[in-house]
């Protein structure tokens, strides 16, 4: 029994330290095995907007399940962005390094320099990568000038701002095209769009793999010793 549990446990493990989730504002949704792909697997806009501020600090919260490495959250101002073309422009937020655990940044839309305006639809896509392949997660907005986000959802440690946040690497990115990030003034940063594989979601579906059989085999050699215990 106890070496069942053991077996069950690290099977488990690595499904919850393999991912993040989005946590505000409102993701299209989550599906772990999905994450991957491009906007995390769900290709239509959300049926309901996520109202966000035009202008001010306005909070992103994320929790992460294992060490994020580096962050980069992208912003597109399609109304139905299917592929990463749509996100090439600008950057919400440039790349950072991200912690473990509940962490959190803040976007001002407004020092973008897009041009937005009161009712404009955008999507931001958050992009993670640990190590092992970059993650996705989208959610769409819509950008309201007297909006004011709830009070419990804030940001008072804002971790790209940290002293040690700057990434020393962009990854490379994208299902369809990749895009080169380069720092720019106000926050803002261009993307230089290329063409591009999906090596990247590729390469970590297979760590995930080798990392699950790594796991599996620990666990068979614990259920082993426990039947050859009793």
Same mark, same amino acid.
């Given at each position: ?163 040690? =946040?700057? !990434?020393? &690497?962009?990854? #490379?990115?994208?299902? *369809? %095209?990749?895009? /080169?990030?380069?720092?720019? @003034?106000? $926050? +803002?940063?261009? =993307?230089? !769009?290329? &063409?591009?594989? #999906?090596?990247?979601? *590729? %390469?970590?579906? /297979?760590?995930?793999?080798? @990392?699950? $059989? +790594? ?5 068979? &050699? ?9």
């Amino acid at each position: 029994m106890f070496a069942s549990q053991i077996l069950a446990s690290l099977l488990l493990a690595p499904l919850a330290l393999a991912h993040y989730t989005l946590e505000y504002p409102t993701a299209r949704g989550f599906i772990d095995e999905e994450e991957v792909n491009f906007c995390g697997g769900f290709a239509q806009p959300s049926s309901t907007r996520t109202s966000f501020p035009l202008s001010g600090n306005a909070p992103v919260r994320w929790d992460s399940h294992h060490a994020i490495g580096t962050v980069g959250i992208y912003i597109s101002t399609s109304t139905n962005p299917s592929n990463w073309s749509d996100f090439s422009t600008t950057m919400a937020k440039s790349w950072f390094t991200g912690p473990n655990g509940a962490a959190c940044t803040n976007i001002d839309m407004s020092k973008l320099n897009m041009n937005l305006t009161n009712g404009s639809l955008v999507t931001i896509q958050m992009v993670a990568n640990g190590g092992d392949g970059n993650l996705y997660q989208c959610s769409d907005l819509i950008l309201l000038s007297d909006y004011t986000v709830p009070s419990n959802e804030t940001c008072a440690t804002d971790v790209a701002l940290a002293a040690n =946040a700057t !990434a020393t &690497a962009t990854p #490379s990115l994208g299902q *369809s %095209a990749s895009a /080169k990030a380069s720092s720019t @003034s106000g $926050g +803002a940063t261009s =993307a230089v !769009a290329s &063409a591009s594989s #999906s090596a990247a979601a *590729s %390469a970590g579906q /297979k760590v995930g793999v080798a @990392s699950m $059989g +790594a796991w599996v085999g620990m666990g068979l &050699a614990l259920v082993g010793a426990g039947v050859a215990v009793l």
